[in-house]
């Protein structure tokens, strides 16, 4: 795994949402109906919110996490992100299980299981007001937005930020929960948000054109940065009412891509924070993002 040197990241990164037990699966043979085959399957914690708070932490930024997991959990995902340094707040739920993600891993592609248990109904207005007011940016993810009690509470956590000056992010995480939730809404709940960081896929189906260069461009039209990973074609990089400039990255072997925007969006952020350009934020990110890619799980080794 790359090394990713700790370095001094400036104002406070408040991050709200899921967080998951990964439970990852690499067949070593085709996958065969209705009989037995063989596979590596490891059990790591995960969850997109929290897997980029860990990578924050990783990397040496003042992070606060928010969170709900299944009260007998509570110590151990606590313990997860504070050996990353992130301070944790996690909500213990006495009636509902820690959020579980089946991972099927299959080269560079992934077919994921879930059931989000304790997340869908975790309270965003708990937050504290007074956090919200000295961090410099706020991060959560498309699952946040989606989970029908929150969708009230998600567009008062915005317009708190918004309030204070807050940088509010987005990583809309994934494109088939957003066509069956709709386009339409998703967007007005994201009103305000100033970074949007989609993959290809979920930038097009947002933007409603095929074409990812397109659809970034479309989407800089509602978010001043929209900035799009797009595998190993490299990253978009949109800036409202500025040309396209296209990130390349390397190529490497991936062991596994779990949690590879998580990671992506931990530099983004904390290079932005450190007072980069987003282009070269964007290459920072590439290249924290690419350290994950060697290990299994969604975290930093």
Request: glycine share 10%; aromatic share 4%.
């Amino acid at each position: 795994m790359e090394s990713i040197e700790r370095m001094t990241v400036l104002g406070t990164i408040v991050v709200v949402g899921d967080v998951i037990d990964d439970i990852i699966v690499r067949p070593r043979r085709a996958i065969r109906q209705n009989t037995d085959t063989p596979a590596l399957i490891e059990r790591h914690p995960g969850g997109s919110s929290a897997n980029t708070a860990a990578w924050l932490g990783h990397i040496g930024a003042d992070v606060h996490f928010f969170g709900q997991v299944g009260a007998a959990d509570n110590d151990r995902h606590t313990c997860e992100l504070e050996r990353f340094g992130v301070k944790a707040h996690l909500v213990s739920d006495t009636e509902r299980p820690t959020g579980t993600i089946v991972i099927i891993v299959e080269g560079e592609d992934r077919t994921m299981l879930t059931d989000r248990g304790a997340n869908v109904v975790f309270d965003l207005d708990s937050v504290p007001q007074e956090l919200i007011a000295i961090a410099n940016y706020l991060h959560f993810t498309g699952h946040t937005i989606i989970d029908e009690p929150k969708r009230d509470s998600v567009i008062a956590l915005i317009q708190r930020a918004l309030a204070h000056g807050v940088t509010v992010s987005i990583d809309p995480a994934t494109a088939g929960f957003i066509s069956d939730f709709g386009v339409a809404e998703f967007l007005r709940l994201c009103a305000g948000v100033q970074i949007l960081r989609p993959n290809e896929d979920e930038a097009c189906l947002l933007a409603g054109v095929d074409d990812v260069d397109e659809a970034t461009r479309v989407l800089t039209t509602l978010f001043p940065l929209v900035v799009t990973t797009c595998g190993r074609d490299g990253v978009i990089v949109g800036v409202a009412g500025n040309d396209l400039v296209r990130v390349p990255v390397e190529p490497i072997d991936v062991v596994d891509p779990t949690g590879a925007g998580d990671s992506f969006n931990a530099g983004l952020l904390a290079a932005l924070a450190r007072g980069l350009d987003p282009v070269a934020a964007a290459t920072d990110a590439a290249r924290v993002a690419r350290s994950g890619l060697t290990s299994v799980g969604a975290r930093p080794a």
